[in-house]
């Protein structure tokens, strides 16, 4: 079965950091592609920020310069470092997983608070 565990949110000012986790079970983690995506309250959900499995990387405009995604293939997790954040970051944020078009999971999101 597949699991997607999100953690390392929390609340934080305005200009801090926080560095989110993504641990994947249920194999193939490695030719999986993977995502980070963020809803606010109001708002739809939006791509933060991608890598594939061989490690092409996509970031929204919003975040460019500020997050960086990563994947660790050995622990089958991704993370998402999250530097000078600003109030407009606040949001519940969830990691994505794909193969192909055969399989599409989600998390159960973490949430990010942050204070002006």
């Known amino acids: 079965q597949v699991q997607l565990v999100e953690s390392g949110g929390g609340l934080v000012q305005a200009g801090g950091s926080l560095r989110l986790s993504c641990a994947a079970s249920g194999g193939f983690f490695s030719i999986s592609a993977m995502g980070w995506y963020r809803q606010a309250p109001g708002k739809q959900r939006e791509l933060v920020a991608g890598?594939?499995?061989?490690?092409?990387?996509n970031y929204a405009d919003s975040v460019k310069g500020r997050f960086t995604i990563s994947r660790d293939n050995a622990k089958n997790t991704v993370y998402l470092q999250m530097n000078s954040l600003e109030p407009g970051d606040t949001a519940v944020y969830y990691c994505r997983r794909t193969v192909g078009s055969t399989y599409d999971y989600w998390g159960q999101g973490t949430q990010v608070t942050v204070s002006s």
């Open positions: 890598i594939s499995s061989d490690l092409r990387t």
